[in-house]
């Protein structure tokens, strides 16, 4: 994925609005796009300055964090606008009202404001820090979902990102300890997750590189690649596997079918068998008995195996088994475990949409999410205008404001952490000097 997430494409058509919408009642098109007068509304009156610039300062009072704090805006035209920074709330809010982006996105933290990088050689100027990111696309799973394809997503496939969500929550708690991490909607096939602790910040191109080698375990999604993971499995990729596994029958043999066609299962699923002699069993049995579901194919495997081993001496059926389980369970992280987007990760410099933008295409909120999160949920720009003109404009009288709550209390948590830490820094500097 480019730099540019979610770009818009020069030319790209958007519906004329203003606060008063254009179409009636709650629910707009799906392919609902803001105008320039609609972003000029949301600006104004909807999106939250205040707890965007908190949570980049890691303070209410203006610092080091936000002064030197790289944002970049992308327009309806094409343009795209790097090393903006700004010294207070008020003039980022002033400045985006007064720029009015399609989006604006967030950047790394710099030895010098960003905005002065002109008057500076570039060598000067040097990136200090940034949140730890991942990104996690619908797109990825197109080799296994039947549902939707593309930028396409629904309810089912859906269930992907909240799987993916739940096995990399499990990660940064349980190997990283990191506590301090809020997801937020991409607006339109996927998640972001924004990781604010300080020792994630802190972390150079080279320790998000080896989170990424650590986390990345399935880097080509091929529906048609065998993965074939070393045993015993590393207590990561056991834990993974314990998310995953309940979750497995459901999406994948049920929901999404993926092996209906026949074709596709036995160039696929048969191929990725252990035993040779297994594979070609099940070839000829999809052969000859074509249009069998996947739950069924899934079961044919356990069936033909006991066939082959029924006269093999008992520990070589308990190995032959064991080979089998494990296969199993490859299939099980190739088809469900996160794939993570490399770029957007790996480089403190690299930029990402600011959380409450607007996605240029569906016209979504980019709200912050929990695994209980579902694309239809999230808030429409057209939908909020209509819920201001009805309740005179109170934004607490909005769809936004349950997403607005979650974030202000995930502020306030990281806000009061941060302050304490450096408390406590402070006490430690003294009683080092005084000892001294």
Same mark, same amino acid.
């Not at 058509?13 to 509304?41: A, E, H, K, L």
């Not at 704090?69 to 606008?81: C, D, I, L």
């Not at 991409?186 to 300080?198: F, L, Q, T, V, Y």
């Not at 308990?318 to 996160?338: A, F, G, M, N, W």
């Given at each position: 994925?480019?730099?540019?997430?979610?770009?818009?494409?020069?030319?790209?058509?958007?519906?004329?609005?203003?606060?008063?919408?254009?179409?009636?009642?709650?629910?707009?098109?799906?392919?609902?796009?803001?105008?320039?007068?609609?972003?000029?509304?949301?600006?104004?009156?909807?999106?939250?300055?205040?707890?965007?610039?908190?949570?980049?300062?890691?303070?209410?009072?203006?610092?080091?964090?936000?002064?030197?704090?790289?944002?970049?805006?992308?327009?309806?035209?094409?343009?795209?606008?790097?090393?903006?920074?700004?010294?207070?709330?008020?003039?980022?809010?002033?400045? !985006?009202?007064?720029?009015?982006?399609?989006?604006?996105?967030?950047?790394?933290?710099?030895?010098?404001?960003?905005?002065?990088?002109?008057?500076?050689?570039?060598?000067?100027?040097?990136?200090?820090?940034?949140?730890?990111?991942?990104?996690?696309?619908?797109?990825?799973?197109?080799?296994?979902?039947?549902?939707?394809?593309?930028?396409?997503?629904?309810?089912?496939?859906?269930?992907?990102?909240?799987?993916?969500?739940?096995?990399?929550?499990?990660?940064?708690?349980?190997?990283?300890?990191?506590?301090?991490?809020?997801?937020?909607?991409?607006?339109?096939?996927?998640?972001?997750?924004?990781?604010?602790?300080?020792?994630?910040?802190?972390?150079?191109?080279?320790?998000?590189?080896?989170?990424?080698?650590?986390?990345?375990?399935?880097?080509?999604?091929?529906?048609?690649?065998?993965?074939?993971?070393?045993?015993?499995?590393?207590?990561?990729?056991?834990?993974?596997?314990?998310?995953?596994?309940?979750?497995?029958?459901?999406?994948?043999?049920?929901?999404?079918?993926?092996?209906?066609?026949?074709?596709?299962?036995?160039?696929?699923?048969?191929?990725?068998?252990?035993?040779?002699?297994?594979?070609?069993?099940?070839?000829?049995?999809?052969?000859?008995?074509?249009?069998?579901?996947?739950?069924?194919?899934?079961?044919?495997?356990?069936?033909?195996?006991?066939?082959?081993?029924?006269?093999?001496?008992?520990?070589?059926?308990?190995?032959?088994?064991?080979?089998?389980?494990?296969?199993?369970?490859? !299939?099980?992280?190739?088809?469900?475990?996160?794939?993570?987007?490399?770029?957007?990760?790996?480089?403190?410099?690299?930029?990402?949409?600011?959380?409450?933008?607007?996605?240029?295409?569906?016209?979504?909120?980019?709200?912050?999410?929990?695994?209980?999160?579902?694309?239809?949920?999230?808030?429409?720009?057209?939908?909020?205008?209509?819920?201001?003109?009805?309740?005179?404009?109170?934004?607490?009288?909005?769809?936004?404001?349950?997403?607005?709550?979650?974030?202000?209390?995930?502020?306030?948590?990281?806000?009061?952490?941060?302050?304490?830490?450096?408390?406590?820094?402070?006490?430690?500097?003294?009683?080092?000097?005084?000892?001294?």
């Amino acid at each position: 994925m480019p730099s540019l997430v979610d770009a818009v494409e020069p030319g790209s058509s958007t519906v004329p609005s203003s606060s008063t919408t254009p179409y009636g009642g709650d629910t707009p098109p799906s392919n609902y796009g803001p105008s320039s007068s609609d972003m000029q509304y949301y600006y104004q009156h909807l999106y939250p300055f205040k707890q965007i610039f908190q949570w980049l300062n890691h303070s209410p009072k203006p610092g080091r964090d936000i002064i030197n704090r790289e944002f970049a805006m992308a327009f309806r035209s094409g343009a795209y606008k790097r090393y903006n920074s700004f010294n207070s709330v008020q003039e980022f809010k002033v400045q !985006i009202q007064k720029a009015n982006p399609d989006r604006f996105e967030i950047g790394a933290v710099y030895n010098k404001p960003p905005r002065e990088r002109d008057s500076l050689l570039k060598t000067e100027m040097k990136p200090m820090e940034k949140e730890l990111v991942f990104d996690i696309d619908m797109d990825d799973y197109d080799s296994y979902r039947t549902c939707c394809s593309g930028a396409q997503v629904c309810p089912k496939c859906w269930h992907f990102i909240k799987l993916a969500m739940k096995v990399i929550n499990s990660s940064l708690e349980n190997d990283f300890g990191f506590d301090e991490f809020i997801w937020v909607f991409s607006g339109r096939r996927g998640a972001h997750c924004w990781i604010s602790d300080k020792r994630a910040r802190v972390m150079t191109d080279s320790h998000r590189k080896n989170m990424l080698d650590y986390m990345n375990v399935v880097r080509d999604r091929n529906i048609e690649k065998r993965l074939n993971l070393v045993r015993p499995l590393h207590p990561h990729l056991s834990r993974s596997l314990e998310i995953l596994k309940p979750h497995f029958v459901e999406i994948i043999l049920r929901e999404q079918d993926t092996w209906r066609d026949d074709e596709l299962a036995i160039k696929s699923l048969a191929t990725s068998c252990h035993d040779k002699q297994l594979s070609e069993q099940l070839k000829k049995l999809w052969t000859n008995k074509p249009g069998r579901s996947s739950e069924e194919k899934w079961k044919d495997m356990d069936v033909i195996a006991s066939q082959l081993i029924s006269s093999f001496p008992k520990q070589r059926q308990h190995d032959y088994l064991q080979r089998l389980r494990e296969s199993k369970e490859d !299939i099980i992280i190739q088809t469900l475990y996160p794939k993570l987007d490399v770029e957007v990760t790996k480089q403190t410099i690299h930029l990402l949409k600011a959380p409450f933008c607007i996605h240029p295409s569906t016209g979504n909120v980019c709200v912050p999410i929990t695994e209980e999160f579902s694309p239809e949920m999230a808030p429409k720009l057209i939908k909020l205008q209509n819920e201001m003109d009805t309740n005179d404009n109170q934004v607490q009288r909005t769809s936004l404001q349950p997403y607005l709550d979650m974030f202000g209390k995930y502020v306030n948590k990281l806000v009061k952490q941060e302050l304490s830490s450096q408390k406590r820094d402070r006490e430690e500097d003294i009683k080092s000097s005084i000892d001294f």
